[in-house]
């Protein structure tokens, strides 16, 4: 495959207004896999770094990815290139290229690797979703224990469990929903945090399909593009005032001690 017929593939995935190269480097680099330029619109590959075009594919994707992403936000650019945004828009693109036959995970054709991933579901994935499952409900029951016996639960969970309260809290919840605990605990909690049963249960349904958790929260929130510009500017506005703020008043009190000093 060459740098044209990548560039095809991309453009079959998702047009783009702003047009980009391709370059295959002939090298291997033992840093990353490609790059993309977004002030030239490069996308470079370091084609000796990968055994078969699948590899490429993946590697092309997920810079072209890069490049959707900085047409979209524009000025509003992130400083960050691997937000939840970009792995929402990047593993949006490899479902597209998996449907188009264009792309394929492949883990199947390896019946060992095939063999492993049911095992870590079925003795790994779901156990320890009914364990947090349990655990949650035995935190209930001792939070009214610890009401009935005059003990703050606050401090049992901090100095008697040494549980951080946040774990707590997300244990109970994630008990007191119906969320189907093969899943796995962590993406249990990305499902218990949906507002309504609704979006609970379409959160699970795409789990289910095999979508990632960033592709899946992005599906269940506003996406940030299709929020009117000035209102995303206000929102930064206030965060940066805020911030400045913070840091001034620091910068205020570290001043005054060295004048101590």
């Known amino acids: 495959m060459n740098q044209d017929q990548i560039k095809e593939l991309l453009l079959r995935l998702e047009d783009t207004a702003l047009d980009f190269t391709v370059t295959m480097t002939g090298k291997r680099s033992k840093k990353v896999n490609g790059l993309y330029k977004p002030d030239s619109r490069e996308i470079l590959l370091h084609n000796k770094n990968f055994d078969d075009e699948n590899q490429l594919v993946y590697t092309a994707i997920h810079e072209y990815a890069h490049h959707l992403q900085c047409e979209a936000e524009g000025a509003l650019r992130s400083p960050r290139s691997h937000t939840g945004a970009f792995w929402a828009r990047f593993h949006g693109l490899l479902e597209k290229a998996e449907k188009e036959g264009l792309y394929s995970i492949g883990f199947e054709k390896s019946d060992a690797l095939a063999e492993l991933t049911e095992e870590i579901r079925s003795k790994y994935l779901e156990p320890n979703g009914r364990l947090m499952q349990g655990l949650g409900e035995l935190l209930s029951k001792a939070h009214v224990l610890c009401r009935e016996a005059g003990v703050r639960y606050e401090d049992y969970i901090d100095r008697v469990l040494c549980l951080p309260r946040t774990a707590a809290k997300t244990a109970i919840r994630v ?8 899943l796995g605990y962590d993406t249990m909690k ?4 949906q507002p309504t049963p609704e979006k609970r249960a ?43 703020a913070m840091l001034t008043s620091r ?10 000093l």
């Open 175 to 182: 008990s007191s929903l119906s969320v189907n605990p093969a």
């Open 190 to 193: 990305i499902v218990a945090a």
């Open 202 to 244: 379409a959160a699970e349904q795409q789990f289910f399909a095999r979508r990632s958790p960033d592709s899946v929260k992005a599906a269940l929130t506003k996406k940030a593009e299709e929020e009117d510009p000035k209102v995303r500017l206000e929102k930064e506005k206030k965060r940066l005032e805020k911030t400045i």
């Open 251 to 260: 910068l205020d009190q570290v001043e005054q001690s060295l004048s101590n």
